[in-house]
């Protein structure tokens, strides 16, 4: 089974107990006596912190019974074994769950697609934007008199990277010292927009999905499917001997 589909499904668990609870107040003052009652509670608050940002992610909206719930973690921590109806119930429902945690994704892929065609289309009719033959668009803001870089060779450039609503993710720009790039270690929007870019130019850059990250995103800064922007100045040209 899928490790975050697990995780979810944990999370729903736990979090249809606690909506049973009217509320904090009514839970009583916290006391903790010992140490080993503070790192019970550390242990079970970490757990449910955990599990529920995987609950909102996986947008997992079943209620369970809580006392069912509650009798099963106690029988778990006494090491009881469901028997077979059990077991067969659980595998049905993470089953579902999976299937829904899927069909979840491909619907989000494909309003983050049609977001960023649609937002490109209407972006390469302003004047001023060119379209390459992949998709890529840019306008020029300065155009240089430098030489261009070919695939082999490195550039030194100032960037700043933002999204179609203009949150910023990356970037050396205002502050930052230049930053130096192979044209063979970038995202393969850059490989073709700095082989077009003389050294001195300023450009606004407009990368599409499938010349940035596309399906896979990456890590926690850029989402799958997005579209990226950037400001983009060739200071300098260091070509392979």
């Known amino acids: 089974m899928n490790v975050r589909i697990a995780f979810a499904l944990l999370a729903l668990v736990v979090l249809s107990a606690c909506n049973q609870v009217t509320g904090q107040k009514d839970r009583g003052k916290l006391v903790l006596k010992t140490t080993e009652d503070s790192v019970a509670y550390g242990i079970g608050t970490d757990v449910g912190l955990r599990l529920r940002g995987q609950l909102v992610e996986a947008m997992l909206k079943d209620s369970l019974n809580s006392d069912m719930l509650t009798r099963g973690i106690r029988d778990g921590l ?28 491909r619907l989000e892929a494909e309003k983050a697609i049609k977001e960023g065609e649609d937002w490109l289309a209407e972006n390469g009719k302003r004047p001023g934007v060119t379209t390459t033959a992949s998709g890529l668009q840019y306008e020029v803001v300065t155009q240089g008199n430098g030489p261009r870089a070919a695939v082999k060779d490195t550039v030194v450039v100032n960037y700043r990277g933002t999204f179609m609503n203009g949150t910023e993710f990356d970037g050396n720009i205002p502050n930052g010292p230049p930053v130096r790039f192979s044209l063979t270690q970038v995202i393969p929007g850059w490989t073709e927009v700095l082989q077009l870019m003389p050294a001195g130019s300023k450009w606004k850059v407009y990368v599409p999905s499938h010349l940035g990250y596309g399906a896979e995103g990456n890590g926690p800064r850029i989402p799958p499917h997005s579209v990226l922007i950037f400001d983009m100045e060739v200071l300098e040209v260091k070509k392979t001997k």
Request: a neutral charge.
């Open 78 to 105: 006494d090491s009881i074994v469901p028997d077979e109806k059990v077991i067969k119930a659980l595998q049905q429902y993470q089953i579902a769950m999976q299937k829904r945690y899927v069909e979840m994704q």
